[in-house]
């Protein structure tokens, strides 16, 4: 199992060069800079600001000033905050992001596994039909519809939750977090609802199940024991592209909920064009991307033992 | 014992030549079998009225997309409309138009008494003109069915020029994704051996990535365009289309008829072409089906963010994100687009499951 | 009394293309250790049959349309699952034809053979692995106490079809349906499984249904046998009697198309054309229309088992009313 996740680690270090060097280039061939865009600075005022953050060096050289900074997890200055290093934005904003993002996952299993489960189980009746119809609604209301349709039953009319941000959080019993973690964890709850479903079903039609019925088992424990770990095969594969999908979803909950995470920064940063702040998010992401893809393969191959030979 | 025993034999009939020569029957049964699926037709019949809307629609409306009214400023649907109308020796010299939320507002009304202005309003909704000092007011034959959003622009025909984006986008970006896609999984699949292997790896990393942030990114430092656009989102979402097409050109290159393409000496591009991707056809179309959606959720959220469409073009997706910004004081305007766009998207969907449990009905969930 | 009583069971399935009759009238019986064969083409009905009997039928579309299986007084057919619970898997139990997917791949096989003990005798795991291991020992598996917590992926086919025999009496029942237990297995493999089925048969005195479409096992190793056709009881009888004396013109035609029993230079004897749609079956007698002793009546003429001897049955209405005296005649001309 050490070797598996030490090769897998390996396999890592390519897809990450390929991510920063791609980013990197893409930054600074690009047109326009982070002192070019709206206030009309001096060309003086412009090159001390590039000699500054070091952005006058041929390319190369600056490419691997990064690399070099980056090795020591340094990120660099931000162009946006000029008090703050990359790094400091990343601390400050990201703990926001995680919280609405492990909520959203919390809520988008807690939903669909069981909705899924129960529609397999209850095929072709209302059971299956009233969870399956909800999990289609879900799908087609994007998280920037939800999320406002939420903010104004949850916030403006009940007043339970608030929607306009952590900082001027009015006391109110819903935590700031609830509402955008809510959207999220609909959305994605709806494609697990249907992934569980899929995978039950295609477990339930399976020789072994007979054979279970054969042997006596009661239909209670041939679905916990002998049907759900092959069924939620499937969810634990999404559980990859969810998580990227959560990540975007972060730009889209944060914005519409006025919440100061890293998602937002991102945005923020890729409208100033602020490159360091960009690179380091992406950089971020990739890390956090890869090392949960391995956790999911761990997963993985802790369900299924043919995985693990 | 069980050598000598073998198993009971019976000789099949040949297939009456009459069932042979059905070659479209594949397809004949496919159409049946959607059909008989009310969600999918419902679906399809759903996806060409909104389509029609968006594209004929604006031919009816007598506004034009980018038309501002200034006095019209966020008028709910269907608000009555007053015309001030400003004479100088019998000549008009100026008509504005003022909504019935702010017609109280007005100098005429302001200045007189409650009783009066009961009544001059009551002359008003009569259809009768009403004079006051210089102006003349008037109901107006101007109506915006779904109102106006800030700038005073028709949200109607707002939403059939964004729909042409979006849906246009949709399209554009799903066929760049199926050239790609097809093309790979192709490649990937009848090929096989360690270049499928990378191949299919590479598909499994690139999975994990969150494309949102390449797309962002290309939209951030290249100029927008929506030419870009589409080409950006179309070169993300090719993945799954790989996946599946490579995993039934690899099951068909083992079956007689290509390995009697083979023999007979055609080339290997001549067999994935024209052998082999016709036979694939009916799961790339049930693909395609479920990309678009796809397709248009991420132009939407880019849009969204304000890095898709750039003003002074819309989509649904920019729609929704003027709606929602003002979502306290006009709700409207983030219902109709946010409702258009989900009815397009359910319609996707319903159209895609059924086309899937029409033409590969062993692949259908239940 | 016998130990298992069937009598009149018909089931079928409902399609889209109409009702399938898979199993059509069928009554049988089997007494306490003897080994009953039920042969037939695939779509006869044999594996229905047996798996009407256990409560495995898929329902819908499956649908059990009449008749009575009864064990010790109990009408399986009727009974509550949580009464078939109690019985499946204790009393009676089943092994399947592909023993690479009849195991559950994500359990562990010392998960799985436990299970019966578990569930029905409440044992504890400790106690349950005992004698989980000892099951795979009486199986022939070698290096037992390690090889129990192997995963399925983990053993060949052959190995797997042990373990699933192991899993199957581990509870000691009194019967063992086995259905086409070989079929999926090498040939050298197959002699293997069979002499493991019958020393264990003997060892626990296990009455066994065996399942197949294989006349030389059924010769080896049944007492008695029914020949199933189209859904229906062609013929039953003693082993002996049915290659001795055959009373059924499909069983004789069956007997004719071992090729080992043939001429080397003759052409192979086959049975012309193909059983009948079961949803569309033809009046009068379903293998009438391939019968080379079809007399015009035949598809007119409502069929019914019949005993002609003491224990030897034929469906056969020419038989029966006295029109062909004999079919073994056809077997030694070719």
Redesign the interface.
Known sequence: MLKFIFHRLLQLVP?LVV?ITV?FL??K???GGPFSAERKASPQVIERQNAYYGYDKPLPVQYFRYLANLAKGQLGPSTTYPTETVNQVIARSFPVSLQVGTLAMAIALAFGVPAGVLAAVR??TLLDYLPMSFA??G???????M???L??IFG?WLHWGNVAGIDQAENTWLPPIFLPALTLGLFYGAYVARLT??GM?EVLT???I??????????L?IIL??TL??GLMPVVSFL??A???L??GS??VE??FNLPGLGKE??KA??N?DYSL?LGT?VF??VL??VF?LLVDVIHAL????IR? | MTADAPEITSVAIPPSLDEAQKGTSLWKDAWRRLRRNKLAIIGLINFVLITLFCLIGPYFVPYQSGEQARSLQSCRPMEPIYARIQERKGKIVRTDFIPESKILDENAFITVSKEQRDAGLAQLKRGEPLKAGRYTYQISARKHLLGTDALGRDLLVRMMHGGRISIGVGLAATAVSILIGVVYGAVSGYLGGNLDIVMMRIVD?L???????FV???M????PSIFLLFMAIGAVEWLTMARIVRGEISALKHREFVEAAVSLGLGRLHIIFRHLIPNVLGSVIVYSTLTV?QVM?LE??LS????GVQPPMSSW?VL??D??KT??TT?WL?LFP?AI??LT??SL??LGDGLRDALDPKSS?? | MPLLEVENLRTSFHTRGGVVKAVNDVSFSLEAGETLGIVGESGSGKSVTCYSI???IPMPPGKIEGGTARFNGIDLLKCS??E???????RI??I?Q?PM????????ISEQIM??LL??EKLTRAQALKRAIIALEEVGIQDADRRVHF?P??FSGGMRQRV?IA?ALIGHPEILIADEPTTALDVTVQAQILDLIRKRQRDLGTAVIFITHDLGVVAAFCDRVNVMYAGRIAESAKTTDIFAEPLHPYNAALQRSIPALQSKDAELFTIAGLPPDLARLPKGCSFAPRCNRAAPECSVRETKLQEMKPGHATSCTRIQLGEIASLKSSVCKS
């Open positions: 897809v991510v980013t893409m930054a061939k690009a047109p095929k072709n289609m609604s799908i087609c209301l994007p998280t920037f519809v999320g406002p349709v903010a104004i403006l479903r899929g079903l399976q020789d072994f007979r054979t279970a019925q054969a042997k006596g088992v009661n239909s424990r024991k002998h770990k092959g990859g592209p998580f990227a999908g990540i975007s730009f889209v914005k519409v991102f945005i890729a409208f064009r960009i992406v992401y990739a991307i890869v893809n369900l299924d033992p043919r030979h | 990393i999975y994990t990535i969150p494309f949102t942030i962002i990114l290309l951030v430092f290249l100029p959606p959720l939407a959220v969204f963010l304000g890095l997706g929704i994100d709606g929602a979502i306290e709700p983030l946010a766009f989900s998207l359910f969907n319903f969930k239940d | 256990m409560g495995l699952v949580r078939l619970n109690r019985i499946r898997g204790k139990s089943m399947f592909d997917t009849s195991l559950n791949p994500y359990l562990r299970e019966p569930i029905h995963y992926h983990e699933m899993m």
